[in-house]
């Protein structure tokens, strides 16, 4: 019907109607927006009843890639994977209850390595928390030990601010990761959505800066120093300072050495490197450590791998620097002469400043006889083997994959055992972050998680792990993971048969009691492979690695699983046993 002439007037006459207000975002659209504001492109995960609306959320946009594992476990080691080998903060995703407790192995992991990560855990809605619901767990206590920092979000108007704090508190200072719990009910709610810009804590603001006096101290004792020795940690690479670190050394002109986790810091090329230290370190890494009269400890904590017994290593008197971003990792094992607090680049940046700018330098006679001890020290050749043409030696693998991929963009992980000391010592690190495995914790099965995370932050390098045919089996399901995000990673499984590094120990401190510690009923791990859609390749000659190897290198697009057969008696050598000092080393079954 048509309007009348003053039906017509008076909508002339009304107001203009404002447009509907945007509909605030749930809980779940506010998590996934500071998902985005801090720049996440992966997120591993496995959805459940909690995290549903979560799930639609991501569902709903296209700038980050949920990569979808098969338990939840690997997610955090994959996000940890990614994590060690970009800098960047890894973003995990799983639901309540049993999803939270199958990723507290990774998290552990990633706690003791301090990597920067952000776990979201779904949990049961606010109302029926405390109540025994179905997928219920306390997720704040349980994860308690294992975090830096975690959140139990009830307000959805505090998940923005929340959000934010977590990945302030993962990346700064000594990193590691961060749990935000997000009740079901919280991922519904609506509220305004605002991302702050930067965030203040007033109980949490680590120190960056050294202080000036101490650096001052500490480059008056090195420069003074008859027998000097730079020692470092995973800290100088969490801390990308491993320029820093080589430029220090290059000017000093002191030898160094590299924990398991700060392999790469200085490269293996380097004349002043002597090898890893530690439990199955080389002689001369160890024997340097214990007799050198100032010793420079950069981004390390003394651990018992290290040291060995904390009684022998205070047996020699010396002088210690300890540079660390956590104040409590200093003087926590070892009692240290001059502590300095700070950013690891930023202290190393300021020492090389001021050795600028002064005209001291090193005493050059001590300093060149120190250099003949040690240089008498490495003619032990400690990580020289008997070489086999009957049987492949675990080392010879690790060392032809190295020759093999020199020259190359490659990431190396690992899982745990001999075949991860193997790759410690005889595969030679030039670069930072090139070097992934689980030091702290020990976990068994990070190695293909780690692979994948790897691989997709840098599909154009190659990513190879090595593992035994006891820690690949701990996640082997994510060899469907690969299929389905197309991540061709190289698996190298070293297959003794055994679980070698508990057969070692107990073929050295249990009579030769081999309990539980043999595989038997292994998979065809060839077979299986190919049933995932990979290739698998078994490889039982010593003149049959190399050509492997190649193959798999060919092999650009496609995973390869290769199953090594390698000699089931081999030892790790040279071995620190439980309770001896530093410098009184196993070099062989000679010394048995």
Known sequence: MDMSAAEVKRAASAPPQSPPAPAEPNGSEILVRCLQAEGVKYVWGYPGGAVLYIYDALYKQDSIQHVLVRHEQAAVHAADGYARATGEVGVALVTSGPGVTNAVTGIATAYMDSIPMVIVTGQVPTPAIG?????????????????????????????ALTMKKAFHIARTGRPGPVVVDVPKDVSLKTAP????????????????????????????LLLHAKRPYIYTGGGVVLGNAARELRELADMLGFPCTNTLMGLGATPASDPKFLGMLGMHGTYEANMTMQHCDVLLAVGARFDD??????????????????????????????????????????????????????????DATALAAWWTQINDWRRRECLSYKRSNEVIKPQQVVETLWELTRGMDTYITSDVGQHQM????????????????????????VGLPYAMGIKLAKPQSEVFCITGEGSIQMCIQELSTCAQYKTPVKIVSLN????????????????????????????????????????????????????????AIKLKDRTVFLDVRTDPTENVWPMVQAGKGISEMLLGSEDL
């Open 131 to 159: 109540l025994d619901a179905f997928q219920e767990c306390d997720t704040v206590g349980i994860t308690r030990p294992i975090v830096k920092h975690n959140f139990l979000v009830k307000d959805v108007r505090d998940l």
């Open 193 to 220: 959505f605002a991302y702050p810009e930067r965030v203040e804590m007033r109980s949490y603001n680590p120190v960056r800066k050294g202080h000036g006096g101490q650096i001052r101290k500490a480059l008056q």
């Open 305 to 362: 791998r290290v040291i060995g017994n904390p009684k022998h290593f205070a047996s020699v008197e010396r002088k210690i620097v300890h540079i660390d971003i956590d104040p409590s990792s200093i003087s926590k094992r070892v009692k240290v002469d001059i502590p300095i607090v700070g950013d690891v680049k930023d202290v190393l940046q300021e020492l090389i400043q001021q050795l600028k700018e002064g005209s001291s330098r090193p």
């Open 422 to 445: 193997w790759a410690a010592q005889f595969y030679r690190f030039e670069e930072p972050r090139r070097w992934i495995n689980s030091g702290g914790l020990g976990t068994m099965g």
């Open 496 to 551: 003794n048969r055994y679980l070698g590094m508990v057969r070692q120990w107990q073929q050295l401190d249990y009579g030769g009691r081999y309990s539980h510690s043999y595989m038997d009923a292994l998979p065809d791990f060839v077979k299986l492979a190919e049933a995932y859609g990979h290739v698998g390749l078994l490889v039982e000659r010593p003149g049959d690695v190399e050509p492997a190897l190649r193959e």
